[in-house]
């Protein structure tokens, strides 16, 4: 006998006061409901129904019992309930889009750890330089550098980075320095063509954002190669410090217009606002929040 199968089928019987209309329910035939009923009265050694032709009640020892068995079948049903949230929360198909380049950032030795406490989640990572059609490309998350556009997604903050004009020593003495923005006209300028304004660059002025337009030497879709080509002396670039954090620490590339400096653009862990109830999403995405360098 499935004891708790048959604790189920007498709580059902109880409360439907007919076994014919509990085997309809459990597509059952009656013959198999009642004699469930009678093996469970069998293996308590007690009567737990009073039986006429015309109608059924519980007995004294069924109306003790039936209390049991509901709130064991209530505690079973919870821990049933935890379980497949577990499963849920540990299990699945991550898709995450980041740019390339941003491994510094510290996100990929938080996403290697998550998988070590999570061994059934898979992770597919995409490295571009574009913002990505979250719902055309099916990307769960997305790691976004910088102001975003109002759109239906979901943000929530990690972190924020730094953002430098910045040139070689070489560059800077063989071709002076900027002092303001708006001289960087004169000057060769190496653009990350994979920003969705490569050649407005930012910077701040008495407390107002101001923009300065600037022409093309050299254009790279590659954040990192920029980097290279002005440690190697080809011109000026403003770009992020997780690009060319290498050469800042080598003196390779130094900080240029340091006046003018705009606040930290934010990082973001971006996402669509259906996928927020993906369990393993969420738990993902806390991890990361939770884990982020200091």
Excluded at 60 to 66: D, K, L, Q, T, V
Excluded at 97 to 121: C, E, I, R, T
Excluded at 163 to 192: N, R, T, W
Aim: with cysteine; hydrophobic share 40%; charged share 20%.
């Amino acid at each position: 006998m499935d004891l708790f199968k048959a604790m189920r089928t007498f709580v059902l019987v109880a409360e439907k006061q007919s076994f014919s209309a509990a085997s309809r329910e459990l597509n059952l035939v009656t013959s198999a409901v009642s004699k469930q009923v009678a093996d469970l009265e069998t293996h308590f050694s007690t009567q737990l129904l009073y039986r006429t032709t015309r109608t059924m009640h519980l007995t004294n020892e069924g109306e003790y019992y039936i209390e049991q068995f509901k709130d064991i079948i209530a505690r079973i049903d919870d821990l049933e309930d935890i379980a497949n949230q577990r499963q849920q929360k540990i299990a699945g198909h991550l898709h995450i889009s980041a740019p390339q380049g941003s491994a510094s950032l510290g996100f990929l030795q938080s996403a290697s750890d998550f998988l070590k406490h999570y061994p059934n989640v898979r992770i597919s990572w995409m490295f571009m330089n574009r913002f990505a059609n979250m719902a055309e490309e099916g990307i769960d998350l997305s790691i976004r550098v910088g102001e975003l556009p109002d759109s239906n997604l979901i943000a929530r903050r990690y972190s924020a980075i730094s953002v430098y004009f910045v040139a070689s020593p070489e560059y800077i003495h063989k071709h002076g320095l900027p002092e303001h923005p708006k001289e960087l006209l004169q000057h060769q300028c190496i653009l990350d063509s994979s920003n969705r304004l490569p050649g407005r660059w930012r910077y701040m002025e008495n407390g107002v954002e101001e923009h300065v337009a600037v022409d093309s030497f050299l254009a790279v879709n590659d954040g990192e190669i920029a980097a290279k080509f002005v440690a190697d002396g080809h011109g000026i670039a403003q770009l992020p410090t997780f690009l060319m954090q290498s050469y800042l620490d080598s003196g390779q590339l130094l900080p240029i217009l340091t006046d003018f400096e705009f606040a930290a653009a934010p990082v973001s862990l971006v996402f669509p606002a259906n996928k927020l109830i993906n369990p393993t999403l969420r738990t993902f995405i806390d991890y990361l929040v939770d884990n982020k360098p200091s």
